[in-house]
């Protein structure tokens, strides 16, 4: 069945995106120029302390991650289209646009990271990694307060679906603690592996928490009066 949306307009998009998508194109040319230069098993994660801990071999290592990115980008690409409520998709169009690109640009430069790694070069990848996470939080926390009622996008706590007075207030709540995060993981770039690392899971907990708590308060708040 073809779902249509007058307001969100899949083509318009893709052709808006399309540094991004020369982004993802360029991993592949880049992942065929490096390929037989890369050490036969390639390194795909690395521990708190930035050292290397889990391999992969070659052709999948080199490619996956291109390919996970085409995958993330047509999934966010398209999401609007399969939403029930694809209609307020036009109401938050340009943050959503944003907001996917970010998340693309964050995997594009792991990515390009990860390979001159295997290359050979010494790369903090703990610091990288913090890098692009701080800032792809602030952009994150940019947009959420505009994003309108959904089933994909945002903090979908049970309350928050249920009621559209709830979910707004909840992500203007959830944009300042995702910009407050950002700053806070960019902050500990300049501390330990160790304390860093802490930063990154106690801003992705905390700011899941606090948004689920909030939400459910101002629900039970709304429904008691």
């Not at 309108?148 to 979910?167: C, M, Q, S």
């Amino acid at each position: 069945m073809k779902i249509k949306n007058q307001d969100y307009n899949v083509k318009e998009e893709f052709r808006k995106d399309w540094p991004f998508v020369l982004l993802i194109i360029g991993m592949f040319i880049i992942g065929i120029i490096t390929y037989n230069y890369l050490p036969d098993k390639i390194i795909i994660h690395w521990n708190i302390q930035g050292e290397p801990d889990n391999y992969m071999s070659k052709l999948p290592g080199t490619f996956f991650p291109p390919l996970l990115a085409i995958g993330v980008y047509i999934l966010m690409l398209y999401t609007p289209l399969i939403d029930p409520r694809s209609q307020n998709y036009a109401m938050f169009k340009k943050g959503y646009r944003y907001i996917r690109r970010g998340v693309i640009f964050f995997l594009g430069v792991l990515y390009i990271v990860s390979l001159l790694y295997n290359l050979g070069y010494k790369i903090d990848i703990g610091k990288v990694v913090s890098l692009g996470l701080g800032i792809l939080f602030i952009i994150i926390g940019n947009y959420l307060p505009q994003v309108r009622h959904n089933y994909f996008v945002g903090i979908k706590a049970p309350w928050t679906l249920a009621d559209e007075e709830v979910w707004r207030k909840t992500h203007r709540l959830g944009g300042k603690l995702f910009v407050a995060g950002g700053i806070a993981i960019l902050i500990s770039l300049f501390l330990s592996a160790s304390i860093r690392f802490g930063v990154v899971i106690g801003v992705a907990i905390g700011v899941t928490v606090i948004g689920y708590i909030y939400s459910y308060i101002i629900y039970k708040r709304k429904n008691r009066d």
